[in-house]
């Protein structure tokens, strides 16, 4: 029975749902490691309200699902690939699951190589950066993915500054020409259409944002604000990526401080490594006439 208070907005999922696919292509093994959120809609108003659960699809019986899809995914695959597919069997195998939402981080493991040949079957991880993928897939077969990246560690020890700001008497910050710029990039990217190869458009995607973030290796490029070059990350993915329509970032401003140690002076070379507080800066950068989407990270 239904009470006073509407109850607009519900679901159900399960979180944290670990899982490895090995491929085995002859001698060569192919490894990854995935953390699964899933997350259904279904109309399960009577369980929330009457405490009657008719209908719904448990959360254990969730976390099963993620097995056996990656079970069935024979053939090398994507995280999106597999999450597209996991969204898709929620939405077709359960009546009244309308909507299927399927999160889903990979861990960085990588091929290892020794004495520059790699190995059939080592990995090693490497690096913090873990790839995610959102996905969505509902009972009209429309399927929305939202490829990313979060950790994404990127310092450079010069070619950035900050000068010009609004100064107050509350303001300590000089002007700066010269000074360290660290970040730990967690970005999203929409997809208006879906890419002929998930992994090739997330690995340009990367260089995107690693090209406009360094500039070239030999003298680098300027950087007048966290803010600049995280537009310019932003407009390096969308050249890139042509099935991207929209792009999240969120950059912290790592503060890496000059430091005069005892009985000597500061030249450029003994900061103080901090990691907070810090600054914190968000935007989203969108192809004209694109809507901005909103991260699910």
């Given at each position: ?131 995610t993928t959102y996905v969505t897939a509902d009972k009209a077969g429309k399927v929305e993915v939202t490829g990313g990246v979060k950790e994404m560690s990127v310092l450079k020890t010069t070619q950035s500054g900050y000068v010009g700001f609004l100064k107050d008497e509350y ?127």
């Amino acid at each position: 029975m239904a009470g006073p208070y509407p109850l607009p907005v519900h679901s159900h999922g399960k979180s944290r749902v670990r899982v490895s696919r090995v491929w085995r292509e002859g001698d060569v093994h192919h490894f990854c490691e995935w953390s699964v959120n899933t997350m259904l809609e279904s109309p399960m108003e009577h369980s929330f309200i009457n405490g009657e659960n008719t209908g719904m699809t448990a959360t254990d019986t969730q976390k099963n699902t993620v097995y056996i899809v990656a079970k069935r995914m024979s053939q090398r695959c994507s995280v999106d690939e597999y999450a597209i597919a996991l969204a898709q069997h929620f939405v077709k195998t359960y009546p009244l699951v309308t909507k299927a939402k399927v999160f889903v981080e990979q861990k960085p493991w990588k091929r290892v190589a020794i004495g520059g040949q790699a190995h059939d079957h080592g990995y090693a991880l490497e690096g913090s950066e873990i790839r995610t993928t959102y996905v969505t897939a509902d009972k009209a077969g429309k399927v929305e993915v939202t490829g990313g990246v979060k950790e994404m560690s990127v310092l450079k020890t010069t070619q950035s500054g900050y000068v010009g700001f609004l100064k107050d008497e509350y303001t300590m910050l000089p002007d700066s020409t010269d000074r360290i710029l660290a970040t730990t990039v967690t970005s999203t990217w929409k997809y208006s259409t879906l890419p002929p190869c998930f992994d090739a458009a997330f690995n340009a995607a990367k260089a995107g944002i690693v090209e406009k973030f360094y500039g070239p290796c030999k003298g680098g490029v300027y950087s007048p604000s966290v803010q600049y070059t995280l537009h310019q990350m932003g407009t390096g993915v969308l050249d890139k990526v042509p099935q991207i329509e929209s792009i999240f970032f969120n950059c912290p401003n790592l503060h890496f401080l000059p430091c005069a140690p005892v009985t000597a002076t500061f030249n450029n070379d003994v900061y103080v490594a901090t990691s907070e507080p810090h600054g914190n800066i968000e935007a989203v950068v969108t192809r004209k006439g694109a809507v901005a989407h909103t991260s699910k990270l």
